[in-house]
């Protein structure tokens, strides 16, 4: 490309990332997930693109599919993956406005993962027609990802099956926007204790301490961190008690945990299934629920990674790997599924998650370009 058509691209891509950030979508606001969701399809609406809206109830927005397929041509494709909710409740633009200092430009949303969704949008848009590519694109994108997509689960995986790559938009990692290739597993466990209530002064020998209990399980939980074997578990919420002269009857902990692989998440579970209650009249229920399977990085992956990476220097960049993330997305779904999944092709930038979100402007054109010839090219 010119160095004029870079950058009326680049301002262009700039424009329409400023617009999307300007509208608040916080995961938890059906309204303006609606909202954001009318928006994305009004930079459509003058394409050859098909689009279809997959409706999940009154609490969330609708997954939009967005796609360059043939009628009647039902091949496997390459699925584009993206979601169009933030963390950030409505009112951060307010303190936090969508601004530029020098090359990094700010806003709730920009990096994780607006910008990643504008620059794949971008490039289909211009691959509109079945003939431009050679496998058809679908590109999805779902309203409760940072929620852990839990009305959206069932449909991903329905679209990843009939995939043949899947791709993913979240953020490029920090230092050289490497691409991401194996993401750990990760889910929740909780522990809850259920033991007697009485006056904390007059009968406190007849009272069973439910907060007692459930700190032996803290501790017990916080010690099956292992990072040689890349597991962390980390106690993250506690609840109970009413008021401190009442024995408590009740209390609950919630703990994250990440594990790299199946085996160790069935070795975690395995562990935390044998917690037992350490006061004998007080009883104890122990949840483990495994979120998002680990992301593994196959031979199938490996070779996708290469093919992508020639895609890379022909927009005029080297396409770098990142080491395995604690972060999940969308991305394990896919790849547990089998199929082989490249993460992390969004934009590049810093801060997901902060009000320190942004991304560097200087990289949008290339990054863009890079989906242009992945969309094009890969079959
Ligand atoms: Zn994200």
Not at 75 to 90: E, F, K, N, Q
Not at 160 to 168: E, F, N, Q
Not at 196 to 210: C, D, L, T
Not at 300 to 329: H, I, N
Request: proline fraction near 4%; aromatic fraction near 4%.
């Amino acid at each position: 490309m010119t160095q004029n058509a870079t950058s009326d691209l680049t301002e262009t891509l700039r424009k329409q990332i400023i617009r999307w950030v300007e509208l608040e979508s916080p995961s938890h606001d059906s309204a303006s997930l609606r909202q954001m969701a009318e928006l994305i399809l009004s930079e459509i609406k003058d394409s050859a693109l098909q689009v279809e809206q997959i409706d999940l109830g009154p609490e969330t927005g609708p997954i939009l599919h967005i796609h360059n397929r043939a009628s009647g041509d039902d091949r496997a494709g390459i699925l584009v993956l993206g979601h169009y909710d933030t963390v950030h409740p409505i009112g951060t633009l307010e303190q936090n406005p969508c601004r530029q200092e020098g090359d990094q430009l700010f806003g709730p949303g920009i990096y994780d993962m607006k910008s990643g969704v504008v620059l794949a949008l971008s490039a289909l848009k211009e691959l509109a027609k079945p003939e431009d590519t050679q496998l058809p694109i679908d590109l999805v994108l779902v309203p409760d990802e940072e929620t852990g997509s839990h009305y959206s689960r069932d449909h991903i995986e329905a679209f990843a099956k009939k995939s043949v790559y899947t791709l993913v938009c979240e953020p490029a990692r920090v230092e050289e926007g490497r691409c991401v290739t194996a993401r750990k597993g990760t889910g929740a466990i909780f522990v809850t204790a259920h033991g007697r209530p009485s006056h904390a002064g007059i009968h406190h020998e007849k009272g069973r301490n439910a907060i007692e209990e459930i700190a032996h399980h803290v501790l017990a939980l916080e010690k099956l961190t292992d990072y040689e074997k890349g597991i962390t578990v980390s106690v993250g919420v506690i609840k109970g008690g009413t008021t401190s002269n009442v024995v408590p009857a009740w209390c609950q902990i919630k703990a994250d945990f990440r594990v790299p692989n199946a085996e160790m998440a069935d070795y975690l579970e395995q562990q935390v299934k044998q917690l037992t209650n350490i006061n004998p009249d007080i009883r104890i229920e122990v949840e483990f629920k495994l979120n998002r399977p680990a992301m593994d990085r196959t031979e199938a992956t490996a070779a996708l990674l290469a093919r992508c990476q020639d895609y890379a220097l022909q927009a005029g960049f080297e396409l770098k790997e990142a080491p395995m993330t604690g972060g999940a997305s969308d991305a394990n779904f896919t790849a547990a599924l089998g199929i082989p999944t490249l993460d992390g092709l969004g934009a590049d930038g810093n801060g997901a998650h902060t009000l320190k979100e942004h991304i560097l402007v200087s990289t949008l054109a290339q990054r863009r370009q890079f989906w242009v010839h992945t969309l094009a090219q890969l079959d």
